[in-house]
């Protein structure tokens, strides 16, 4: 059924000259980065309390994770639903040191060796994320901070988050990317917007001047455009970014969920690879504000999708970044991936070598036209082939599973 079906769509798509089988070899090997945080509304193991540095998870869904044990095993459940091999998003609150306070300057790799051993077993790489908020030291600002002992605490979170990314490329033998993001900001209008980027230009070249392996650890820079709380200036803007980057030679980390509502990622990524070889992604969606809802097939993450295909699928890295505490969290990591394959998907399936001729000849009709008639190929009966070649349950079937895995396991936490 699930085969025949697949052979009759491949046969349209051939039609339009789509190799629908170089697609799906395409996918299997495109990993996605799949944010730990999601499933423990970003708690982290450190006891910290609540979230904080303007961002938050809503709602109170029951059974979220609490220790690493639970974690890891809520993480491998949505990996037997997601199809392919992928990655995982570690952040440094995520640190496991068997109760034993640690703080976030002296984390060191074996506090993550139970996350090498969970990734090594299962052939997946690791990223790794500086925790700069949900810390009494980030109560005002992290490393743009006018307190110079502050300043320098940060810093050297993130020279030691350089070394533990070091060490997840050398013990999985694949890159890994450290992802700096920082909510320093001002709620109100400042007096002076150049000294806080000056100290955060400052520590960013502190923290580079360690000496890692930059064929081993990419490390990227995420701006924002405002926060909860923080809604007049944020230190860490777009531009101071991109330039900190280009300079720097490291990696923008663009988040679609940090810029203006109408502004788009989709638009920026072409523009971006035309001066970098690599950039990195959160794929998030952010309804009215940077409210971080799972990732849905939608129009803007369809785009992305495309831009990604277009330009390169490895001079993207892509990662997710949602949290939402209101639905099942594993439900959301499975709907989230695989809408973001999904999406990955349907850019593969379409003519582009014909559309960009069709751009380049000013055809412009025939473009509207044929861009209108493939949103109706039989992208699922390709994406089901997919699903069932991946040994991943086919259609809804998934969702059994989560459903009994809530009854069994998350509703006895
Ligand atoms: C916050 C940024 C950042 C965080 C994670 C938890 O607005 O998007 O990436 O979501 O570090
Ligand atoms: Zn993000």
Redesign the pocket.
Known sequence: MISERYESAKKKYAQIGVDTDAAIEQLKKLPISM?C?QGDD?QGFENAGSLS???QATGNYPGKARTPEELMADIDKALSLIPGTHRINI?ASYAVTNGKKVDRDEILPEHFAPWVEFAKERGLGLDF?P?Y?SHPKAQNATLSSEDEEIRKFWVRHGQASLKIAEYFAKELGKPSLV?I?I?DGFKDIPADRTAPRARLKKSLDEILATDYDKSLVYVAV?S?VF?IGLESYTVGSHEFYMNYAAKNNILCLL?N??YHPTEMVSDKISSMLLFSDKMAL?V?RGVRW?S?HVVLLDDETKEMAKEIVLNGCDRVLLAL?F?DASINRIAAWVIGMRNMQKALLSAMLRPNDKLRQLQEERRFTELMMMQEEIKTYPMGDVWDYFCESQNVPVGMAWFDEVKKYENDVLLKR
């Open positions: 944010h945080w970003v540095g303007g961002i952040h994320n925790t908020f992802n993001w909510p995420e924002k926060g988040d969920g940090h959160h998030t940077d971080d970044d949290f």
